[in-house]
């Protein structure tokens, strides 16, 4: 159910009970369920599914302050995890069982390379410079930029003329 029927709900509930406590006094009874019924009858019903869905409530409140709770202390918790790792590690080293049986995972080494994995990375790496036009830093300093002189000396048009009014 969604929050707002649930909010319904509780309000028909609390509505309720306080037509018993108004109208149901003094030993009024009312049809009820091929029966009937007397207030305290009908609050002894309506009473413990009031508290029920107020219990939700309040249990939502608590879960959500637990949360907040949890996520400020955060920092706290991630550092102390750190600390304990860099313990671990400079106490044990990082591949040894015990860094292992702190729940800590050794870091991967690289694969090495055979000879033809380099070559091949060699050429890949080449061929990717190449197609993209990219240059180290000492090809780029020998770049020369050329500003191409113009055929014709730019006209000085204007000068001393007048233009014609519109």
């Not at 996520?71 to 860099?86: F, G, H, Q, R």
């Not at 591949?95 to 380099?118: H, I, N, Y």
């Not at 050429?123 to 240059?135: D, P």
């Amino acid at each position: 159910m969604s929050e707002p029927t649930i909010n319904r709900t509780l309000t028909k509930l609390l509505a309720i009970m306080r037509g018993i406590s108004e109208v149901l006094t003094a030993g009024k009874t009312m049809p009820f369920r091929n029966g009937t019924i007397d207030g305290p009858g009908l609050q002894a019903l309506v009473a413990p599914l009031i508290a029920l869905v107020q219990a939700v409530g309040d249990q939502k409140t608590a879960y959500q302050a637990a949360i907040s709770s949890r996520n400020a202390s955060m920092p706290t918790i991630e550092a102390l995890i750190d600390d304990v790792k860099k313990g671990v590690s400079l106490g044990f080293g990082d591949g040894s069982v015990a860094f292992e049986q702190f729940g800590f995972s050794p870091r991967k080494k690289a694969a090495a390379l055979t000879p033809e994995q380099k070559q091949l990375k060699l050429q890949r790496m080449r061929s990717t410079r190449a197609a993209r036009g990219t240059m180290g830093s000492r090809q780029r300093q020998s770049v020369k930029g050329v500003v191409p002189t113009p055929s014709t000396p730019p006209s000085t048009q204007g000068s001393g003329g007048t233009t014609p009014a519109k």
